[in-house]
């Protein structure tokens, strides 16, 4: 029985050990109206149970609509390593409807859950999607929101890298 209890305690240490270093975006909003301030969440290197701080120099210009790349980098014992964070600058809308944060920059094979928006209360939301997470590239997620007569149509753009 001692045998068994050394040898389960020793799985979970090893198991819990992956010390792979893993480049790790933190959650943030990386789709914003034209004009509006965009605050950059980072990212970190994940080793183990230990995390380091990635650094960028890339800036998000506010007032142009369009894609901006932010290239995070951090050297850990003389290996570079890199993530990439995509954030979209799109037109602004006519009622108050948001995005709400979610990490929309992921790995191949990641799972991706969809944040959702805030919309005012008694809106018809739709929305329209085919993100495939097993495949590298830039998805949309579009939400059409009908509300008293208007309607406006938030785009989500989900990078899979």
């Known amino acids: 029985m001692k045998k068994l209890f050394i040898l ?19 959650p943030g909003v990386d789709t914003i109206e034209v004009g509006n301030g965009w605050s950059d969440a980072g990212a970190r290197l994940r080793v ?13 210009d506010i007032n142009t609509i ?9 050297v850990y014992e003389e290996i570079e390593y890199f993530i990439t964070r995509r954030v979209a ?3 602004k809308k006519s009622f108050n409807a948001e995005i709400l944060p979610g990490v929309d920059t992921l ?14 209360f008694g809106s018809e939301i739709t929305i329209n999607s085919e ?14 929101i009908s509300h008293e007569g208007k309607e406006v149509v938030l785009y989500r753009y989900v990078n899979v890298i």
Do not use: H, R
């Not at 183990?48 to 998000?60: A, F, H, L, N, Q």
């Not at 369009?66 to 951090?74: K, R, S």
């Not at 790995?107 to 005012?120: H, K, M, R, S, Y």
């Open 89 to 91: 600058v799109v037109e």
């Open 131 to 144: 993100v495939d997470t097993s495949k590298p590239g830039t998805y949309i997620v579009e939400y059409i």
């Open 107 to 120: 790995l191949v094979g990641e799972e991706w859950f969809d944040a959702g928006v805030n919309a005012p």
């Open 66 to 74: 369009g894609f901006y790349d932010i290239l995070y980098t951090v």
């Open 48 to 60: 183990g149970y230990d995390y380091y701080p990635m650094s960028t120099s890339d800036v998000v």
């Open 8 to 26: 389960i305690v020793f799985v979970f240490f090893l198991v819990g050990c992956n010390n792979q270093p893993t480049p790790v975006l933190n």
